[in-house]
């Protein structure tokens, strides 16, 4: 973390899901410096939330909190193009930053 904290320029998070084993769905987070190195982050259980986008926003609120509490500088968000996450991005895009669909 303390490569992440120093980057000039600020990190990319991104947010990939995928259904395990157990089908739940989960949603991968990695954060990527300015310099392209990744740093898996977290995964967390999305499976009552990934339908809704106001929940898959609340979700990502929560995780800009919690980085920008560590320091960290987030200067991009990139997700996988699901319904909610589609949704979610028009309403960050508005709001705050540059959101690309992948």
């Known amino acids: ?20 084993v157990k089908n739940e769905q989960l949603l991968g987070v990695i954060l990527i410096t300015s310099e392209g190195r990744p740093y898996i982050w977290k995964a967390v259980d999305i499976s009552s939330e990934r339908e809704n986008h106001l929940k898959v926003i609340k979700k990502t609120e929560s995780m800009l909190i919690e980085l920008k509490t ?12 699901a319904g909610a ?12 930053f540059l959101v690309f669909a992948i």
């Open 70 to 81: 560590k320091g960290i500088t987030v200067c991009t968000i990139i997700t996988d193009n």
């Open 1 to 20: 973390m303390i490569l992440i904290k120093k980057d000039p320029i600020g990190i990319t998070l991104t947010f990939d899901g995928w259904i395990n």
């Open 85 to 96: 996450y589609a949704a979610a991005q028009y309403i960050f895009i508005n709001a705050f």
